[in-house]
Each structure stands twice: as C-alpha cells, then as structure tokens.
C-alpha cells in the first residue's frame, strides 16, 4: 500500500472524555482517500492512548511540552501528502477529507482552515470571530484545532514555532510565502470548555495576553 494522501495529527494530553469522539468522526468519513492517524501523545495519565489504539491511531508518548512540539512530532511522523491538524476535542464533518481536499487544490492554496461551530451562547463571539474576520485578514489566522497543509510546504517552513499562539503565529508567517485561505462551506465543530472553565472576559484575556506575548517574542 502507499502513503496516505491525508495524515490527521492529533496532538493529546488527558483528552480521555474528548478524543473518542474526536477519532470516530474522523475515521466514519466517507471518503475514497487513504488517510491515516497520527496521536501526539504528551504524557497523559488518564485512557487516551488506550482509545486512539483502539481506534487504530499511531500513537506517539513524549513528555508534555507544548501543543506546538505534539503537532511538529505528529506531522514529522506522517506520511500523507497532506497534513490535517485537528485537536482532540475538535469533531470534523463526514466530508472533512474530500472537501477540504478539493477545496485547497481548486484554489491552489498550500494551506488552509475552514468554517467552525462552537456550541454555547457565551462561544458566539470566538466563532463569529474565527468564521468572519480571520478569513478576512490579508494573511488569514488558520486555527490549529482545524489546520490543513502540504506536508512538504510544513517541512520547507519549520512548522509551528515555540511561542504562545503559536497557531497565529504559524499561519501568518506562511501567508507571506504561500496561498493560504478558508474553505467556508466546509464545517467542523470544537468544544467551547476554555469558555466554559474561564468565561467569555477570561478566555479573551487569555488569548489577549498569549498574543501580547507573541509578538513581545517575534
């Protein structure tokens, strides 16, 4: 058999109550595609890699050290010529694979997201704000819980760096070298538990204050 056209990697710590539901959606796809499923374990203590086994994921173990390094092992080890990252409480649609393929071929993007849903009433303001204006930005912020990307245009770039959001980070780097865009008619849904644990002023905070710090160390 070949290499997979698609890789998912999963980077995962104690995401036990998340992440079945995380890897059904993505394996119940209906898709001609080979893909694969690449789980970027940091140390959990709780069944998360017992569940991605099950699930037939490879599972990589290194002590936790950041979303970025779980999401750089992950892609070091796939094989597919695309690279979807998708966080372990993020649940991708039934035709995830097929369109956001599609989608970034048609547009001759080398990186791209898509639309998302965050259930809840206190969420409405991060969605609204991922779904109309990140796509808006001249170089557009591709979410890491729903980022696609040619494998080999990771590896030329160094993939995500080592500092808070890195995902903005990542993604505004790579669109002054490379198309990057949003797939909109494409949905996939993330959980809003920072909203729920922090509250709406907390969570924007947070993003606010790892932002700050972001570009204090670019």
């Known amino acids: 058999m070949g290499d997979p056209t698609l890789s998912y990697v999963v980077p995962a710590y104690d995401e036990a109550d998340y992440i079945d ?8 796809q209906s898709t001609d ?14 069944g998360t890699r017992s569940i991605a086994r099950d699930h037939g994921a490879a599972v990589l173990v290194e002590d936790d050290d950041g979303i970025w390094a779980g999401r750089n092992r992950g892609a070091a080890a796939a094989n597919g ?6 966080d372990a409480d993020t649940v991708v649609s039934s035709n995830h694979c097929d369109r956001m393929l599609s989608c970034a071929r048609e547009r001759g993007l080398d990186a791209a997201s898509s639309r998302c849903r965050v259930p809840g009433i206190r969420a409405t303001c991060m969605e609204a704000t991922i779904n109309h204006v990140f796509p808006r930005l001249r170089r557009p912020v591709l979410p890491g819980f729903n980022f696609l990307i040619r494998r080999e245009v990771f ?7 080592a500092v808070p959001n890195e995902d903005t980070a ?49």
């Open 21 to 28: 539901a995380t890897l059904s959606a993505i394996r119940d």
């Open 33 to 46: 595609e080979a893909i694969e499923v690449v789980v970027a374990d940091g140390g959990s203590h709780d």
């Open 81 to 86: 010529e695309w690279v979807a990252f998708v």
């Open 155 to 161: 590896e030329a770039t160094g993939g995500f760096p």
């Open 170 to 218: 990542y993604s505004r780097r790579l669109g002054r070298t490379h198309r990057t865009g949003y797939c909109r008619e494409i949905l996939v849904e993330t959980s809003p538990r920072r909203i729920d644990r922090q509250g709406l002023t907390g969570s924007a905070f947070h993003y606010l204050r790892l932002d700050w710090r972001r570009l204090r160390s670019s």
